[in-house]
């Protein structure tokens, strides 16, 4: 039997791409897209069929296309997408066409992180403390408490972007001025953690845990973002199953169970702290971005996207794997701003540590500087050593230099 999948994509990426191949090449399966912009050249022909809209982010367009797609092929099997910001809309896309998935109440719970932290905070796991602020007042009240430095974000903000490190008094009151603080429309305030900055991803079926990676930043994506010259990197150690994670490990297990997520993929951003608890900083009930889908695969020796696509389309899991190597990401940027010039050091890495390299994506000349925190490029590397993994990383962020030009 055929079954009907629909893949709300809005633009086409390369990592969005990535999983929409996956689901394309799953057996019995018809792949419908709802589009912004349809994808081009080898991806032209990969939607069987597809509507475009004009706002992806809206439910009302995403139900009326899945309502086309529906009156041309039947009932849709599955309702899926990747970006963070969709998540809550699919789940009541899903809702109208009584279609399998995460509920709408439980994709709010992963998105509205004020809920979230509550949440959390009642199954006894340990969050940065929070407050939703609607005021002044109510972000002075809240520095007293929490002290400086502070974070300011959007309730339903991704990751560290739209993210706010605040020191002081008149910076806090310039940044609640800012994002324009009401009863209407409050941002959310957290204690500012210090220490280790690592990632949990985990794919869920029924429940149960199937697959457990665990990421490093170095250093933490917030200084990325506040500092668009620094070359960080994401690195996957290949030994996690020993004790150092064993803490990890339960307290990822028991926010999803906690957040009443029971199948899917999700991203749990964690900290150490430098006493050795682990705190969460916020956990999303979608695939990871920074190149850790792709180096998660890439540690284990298979296709994560195909893995992904198998859970949740077909609720089943071909694992489990073997950890068999340690991988990392170097995200390439420069000082200044403008576009790319050139790129020095290539040569030499490529000499250097060349046989360790298994992907990279160079900053094109002529683009224009991307000051989100992963940069204008990338180059990722494998080794059953993580020890020789970081080596690498650091030989590339040493050695290879973005340079721009202003306009």
């Known amino acids: 039997m055929i079954r009907n ?20 090449r799953l057996p019995d399966v018809r792949l419908l897209g709802v589009v912004h912009t349809p994808p081009a050249g080898d991806d032209a022909r990969v939607y069987d069929d597809l509507v475009r809209v004009t706002d992806p982010l809206s439910v009302r367009d995403i139900i009326d296309a899945v309502e086309i797609l529906k009156h041309r092929h039947g009932q849709p099997f599955r309702i899926l997408g990747i970006l963070e910001a969709m998540m809550v809309q699919l789940a009541q896309a899903r ?46 009240s809240f520095a007293r408490e929490a002290g400086f430095p502070i974070v300011l974000k959007p ?54 845990p199937q697959l457990e990676s665990i990421s490093h930043y170095l250093p933490s994506c917030l200084e990325a973002l506040e500092n668009p010259w620094i070359q960080w990197c994401c690195m996957l150690p290949r030994e996690i199953e020993g004790c150092e994670y064993d803490a990890a490990r339960e307290l990822a297990r028991a926010a999803v169970k906690a957040l009443g997520l029971t199948d899917g993929m999700t991203h749990m951003e964690w900290f150490q702290r430098p006493d050795g608890s682990l705190v969460i900083g916020e ?92 940069g204008d490029g990338y180059i990722i590397v494998r080794d059953p050593s993580t020890e020789v993994v970081k080596q690498v990383l650091q030989k590339i962020i040493e050695t290879v230099r973005v340079h721009y030009i202003g306009d």
Not at 130 to 138: G, K, P, T, V, Y
Not at 296 to 321: E, I, K, N, Y
């Open 5 to 24: 999948v629909v893949f709300v994509a809005p633009f086409p990426t390369d990592i969005t791409m990535r999983f929409v191949r996956a689901c394309s």
């Open 283 to 374: 956990i999303a009930q979608r695939p990871p971005g920074a190149n850790i889908s792709t180096m998660t695969g890439l540690a284990h020796g298979v296709d994560l996207f195909h893995a992904w696509s198998r859970a949740l389309v077909d609720g089943d899991f071909d694992g489990p794997w073997e950890r068999k190597f340690a991988v990392g990401s170097a995200f390439l940027r420069g000082i200044g701003h403008g576009r790319v010039a050139s790129v020095t050091g290539v040569h030499e890495v490529h000499e250097a540590v060349g046989k360790y390299i298994v992907e990279a994506n160079l900053p094109a000349p002529g683009a224009h500087k991307n000051d989100g925190y992963e």
């Open 155 to 208: 309730p339903a903000g991704m990751g560290a972007r739209s993210t706010w490190r605040v020191n002081t008094v008149d910076e806090l009151v310039r940044g609640v001025e800012g994002f324009g603080a009401s009863e209407a429309r409050p941002i959310l305030g957290e204690e500012f953690l210090k220490g280790r900055e690592f990632s949990f991803e985990m794919i869920t079926i029924e429940g149960v």
């Open 95 to 140: 809702a109208h066409f009584d279609v399998a998935g995460t509920p709408p109440e439980i994709a709010d719970l992963f998105r509205d992180k004020a809920r979230m932290k509550t949440a959390l905070k009642a199954a006894g796991l340990p969050v940065a403390r929070n407050r939703l602020i609607h005021s002044e007042s109510d972000a002075r």
